[in-house]
């Protein structure tokens, strides 16, 4: 079992639909949960990360995480044509791992107009 | 501006050649890292530096090699020995313990001729 577990979707939604992007992790000892968006042929960039478990926003994104079922999700309000692109979950855990991110497989997403 | 630049952008190799991919930061940052990314596969850890002069092997280490001679640099080689050299390479920096996430750089495409 892969230790961060994302749909790779493609997944297609109109213009100003509510987004939903998940992730599921097996190691309870993941610390720092977080999102990146990246664009074709480009690096990722983050978007949003957090280390507790509850919602975090930001404008138009939220990020939710919930460590007693290792289910962290990305949502996206009002999506638009420019939400295009690959979404990546990232875990990153203390200890020995510290610094590593482990990614996720990373999220297709195209909002047509 | 600060960032983290990684070229060549496009990279052509010869069958038994080895090429270096080079990765400079300006952000001070202490650890960097080397991903390779393959369609449908997310990222990968190749090899990570945590500091000056130090670095460990990631989970697909074989057939690359580094160094961390500067801070700010961390170049990375593919040998002759990797057999399957075709990705995209991706180079990041963070602070120690990687808690603020990673910047990204925008990527080398390297392709086996």
């Known amino acids: 079992q892969k230790e961060v577990e994302q749909d790779p979707g493609p997944l297609s939604v109109p213009e100003g639909a509510i987004v939903s992007l998940n992730c599921t992790y097996s190691n309870s000892a993941f610390q720092y949960f977080m999102w990146y968006r990246q664009y074709s042929r480009k690096g990722p960039e983050l978007l949003m990360y957090?280390?507790?478990?509850g919602n975090k926003e930001d404008g138009r994104f939220t990020a939710q995480v919930d460590k007693s079922s290792k289910y962290i999700s990305l949502f996206i309000r009002d999506s638009q044509p420019s939400d295009s692109a690959t979404y990546l979950c990232a875990r990153n855990a203390g200890g020995t791992s510290y610094g590593k991110l482990t990614f996720g497989q990373g999220t297709i997403l195209t909002v047509h107009p | 501006d600060g960032g983290i630049t990684q070229s060549p952008k496009y990279l052509f190799r010869k069958e038994g050649q080895n090429v270096t991919l080079s990765c400079e930061q300006n952000l001070n940052h202490d650890a960097m890292y080397w991903y390779r990314q393959d369609p449908g596969q997310g990222l990968r850890l190749i090899y990570y530096?945590?500091?000056?002069?130090?670095?460990q092997k990631g989970d697909i280490a074989e057939g690359y090699s580094v160094s961390r001679e500067k801070k700010e640099s961390f170049p990375l080689t593919v040998t002759s020995a990797q057999k399957n050299p075709t990705a995209f390479y991706l180079c990041?920096?963070?602070?120690?313990?990687?808690?603020?996430?990673?910047?990204f750089g925008s990527g080398t495409r390297l392709t086996v001729v």
């Open positions: 990041a920096s963070s602070a120690a313990g990687g808690r603020d996430g990673y910047t």
């Open positions: 957090t280390y507790s478990s």
């Open positions: 530096s945590q500091i000056v002069n130090d670095f």
